[in-house]
């Protein structure tokens, strides 16, 4: 069992950067995929970005350039940094673990197997 506990959101201006934070408990945390997604108002939940064992990465296409995800296998998180966010990044981001150890960090929610209760992050205009 894994529990995901996500931290640093919070409101914010256009252009603005924000440090999004993941902690996770368990002794294998080192060969989970690790992702972050979010949801919008009234919105599906979307990937935003993914990292693997072996820190491999993902990313949307409509924050590549913009968001950049790490893992610190010592302290056991992951952070996704957000620049030059936008009005329509405003979302409940979400941390996810995918305990398969996979080559390259899934893009599909239902690949991964735990989840975190996400944290808001609004971009004001």
């Known amino acids: 069992q894994v529990q995901l506990v996500e931290s640093g959101g919070r409101l914010v201006q256009a252009g603005d950067s924000l440090r999004l934070s993941c902690a996770a408990s368990?002794?294998?945390?080192?060969?989970?995929?690790m992702g972050w997604f979010r949801q919008g108002p009234g919105k599906e939940r979307e990937f935003v970005a993914g990292?693997?064992?072996?820190?491999?990465?993902r990313y949307a296409d409509s924050v590549n350039g913009r968001f950049t995800i790490s893992r610190d296998n010592d302290k056991n998180t992951v952070n996704l940094q957000m620049n030059s966010l936008k009005s329509e990044d405003t979302a409940v981001y979400l941390c996810?673990?995918?305990?398969?150890?996979?080559?390259?960090?899934?893009?599909?929610?239902?690949?991964?197997?735990?989840w975190g209760q996400g944290t808001q992050v609004t971009v004001s205009s």
């Open positions: 996810a673990a995918d305990g398969e150890a996979p080559l390259i960090p899934p893009t599909r929610r239902w690949e991964y197997d735990y």
């Open positions: 368990g002794r294998t945390f080192r060969r989970y995929g």
């Open positions: 990292i693997s064992y072996s820190d491999i990465t």
